[in-house]
């Protein structure tokens, strides 16, 4: 009888952490991803990544560009890219990782597509670094998510290096608009 009641624990042990492991393996994943050298853009990223903390019933992975692989392209729900501005352009990293997506076959197609940037200055080309990424994850057949605010409607950017905003960290008020991307994105990603 004691042999007994140990099997029924133990295969009640076994199955409860198969539940678990397949709910987390249906979870949508969003992938959070960045380039950074100065580490504003990888601030404005963890700040993303605790937006969608906020969200029950998804996941997330954060990583710079240069470590994701295909694979965790392909297993995204959704995609929230972030890129420093460099003369009014994407960085040319991110530029090259969004070229190595995978195009045949359009498998990026209907994934959530948002993006953040940081820029040195006023009207030093955020949003036209943002149109550009949002432009490419279209041709790639992305459904595209702006900020929570309208302030932010085309996706996360902060200023970092003008004015009352020239410092060593970004500032409170960017990091306030990409956790709410974040969390917009994985409320999003959750239904």
């Not at 994850?137 to 409607?153: C, K, Y």
């Amino acid at each position: 009888m004691k042999n007994r009641n140990i099997k029924a624990t133990v295969f009640i042990i076994l199955l409860r952490g198969f539940i678990e492991v397949s709910n987390a393996q249906s979870l949508p994943s969003i992938l959070i991803t960045y380039h950074s050298e100065s580490g504003k853009t990888k601030a404005m990223a963890e700040a993303v990544a605790e937006g969608v903390s906020q969200v029950q019933g998804v996941s997330y992975i954060l990583k710079p560009i240069s470590k994701v692989q295909e694979q965790e392209i392909l297993n995204a729900s959704a995609i929230i890219l972030g890129s420093p501005v460099y003369n009014a352009n994407m960085a040319p990293q991110v530029q090259e990782f969004i070229n190595s997506w995978p195009f045949d076959g359009r498998p990026l197609k209907d994934k959530i597509g948002a993006v953040f940037v940081t820029g040195g200055g006023f009207s030093i080309g955020e949003e036209a670094v943002m149109f550009s990424m949002i432009r490419s994850m279209m041709i790639h057949g992305m459904v595209i998510v702006g900020g929570e605010e309208v302030e932010a409607a085309f996706g996360a950017s902060a200023i970092t290096g003008e004015g009352e905003f020239d410092g060593k960290e970004v500032q409170e008020i960017f990091l306030e608009k990409a956790k709410g991307l974040g969390k917009r994105v994985g409320d999003m990603a959750g239904r």
